[in-house]
């Protein structure tokens, strides 16, 4: 089965396809010298309570739209590099996996970078929500108010990818 | 005209998706306006929400014509974590 580059899916999320995905040598761009896995997790805390397990919701279309924003974005800042990223829905656990990013490039500093990059964009960008369900109640995380042109929330997500 | 409601603001106006009566011509604006006189608890996320249109994300002044399929979406929190991952 072919692994696409993104992917907004209620499967568990599986690490090694996508290093695979991105580590393979193609043609017309130079071979991989580097690979970086980043896998967010669901914490059992948040803000002081203890966490059960979350939901997480997505517009899921518009999602795989700015996840293929976030590639185009990220490939504009570091050419040489490849990136999937594929993001969990549905009920997890602690533990479980909500977010795998993998970078490639001939170098480690660009996948460094755009491994960064990618995490800060998808919280800024990409309509996912998060449902914390904890002892005694439930609620709806938000943080960013989804805009792709907000100019100067990508120059921030491109400082912290920097360093 | 087509509403898709995620997140908390779906539990607010009671449905993931409803059907909106509005009058040509019409953006995105007016659209979120007959939401919130249907379902004033969506009100407070004026300031917040963001937008779309038939897929794409889009401005409150974005013209809709009968048949799009309009979104509102509560500020994201993909990823790994909101503010301290």
Request: negative net charge.
């Amino acid at each position: 089965m072919t692994v696409p580059m993104i992917a907004v899916t209620g499967a568990v999320l599986e690490v090694a396809p996508l290093a695979a995905l991105v580590s393979t040598a193609s043609s017309g761009r130079p071979g991989p010298g580097a690979l970086t896995t980043f896998v967010g997790l669901v914490r059992d805390h948040h803000q002081g309570r203890e966490v059960t397990h979350l939901e997480y919701e997505a517009y899921v279309p518009l999602a795989e739209k700015a996840l293929a924003r976030i590639l185009a974005e990220a490939a504009a800042e570091w050419p040489d590099a490849r990136l999937a990223i594929h993001h969990r829905t549905g009920r997890l656990g602690i533990g479980e996996a909500s977010v795998v990013i993998a970078a490639a490039s001939p170098h480690r500093a660009d996948a460094y970078a755009a491994s960064r990059y990618a995490i800060e964009r998808i919280k800024q960008i990409v309509p996912v929500w998060k449902h914390e369900y904890f002892a005694g109640g439930d609620a709806w995380v938000e943080g960013a108010t989804a805009d792709p042109d907000d100019e100067a929330a990508r120059a921030a997500a491109l400082a912290i990818a920097r360093g | 005209m087509t509403v898709r409601l995620f997140a908390r603001l779906r539990e607010l106006a009671g449905a993931g998706e409803l059907v909106l009566e509005v009058a040509a011509p019409a953006t995105v604006a007016d659209v979120w306006a007959a939401l919130a006189a249907a379902h004033p608890a969506v009100a407070p996320y004026e300031r917040t929400m963001s937008c779309a249109v038939n897929e794409e994300y889009a401005r409150l002044t974005t013209g809709v014509r009968a048949g799009d399929d309009v979104a509102f979406l509560p500020p994201v929190s993909g990823g790994a974590g909101a503010s301290d991952a």
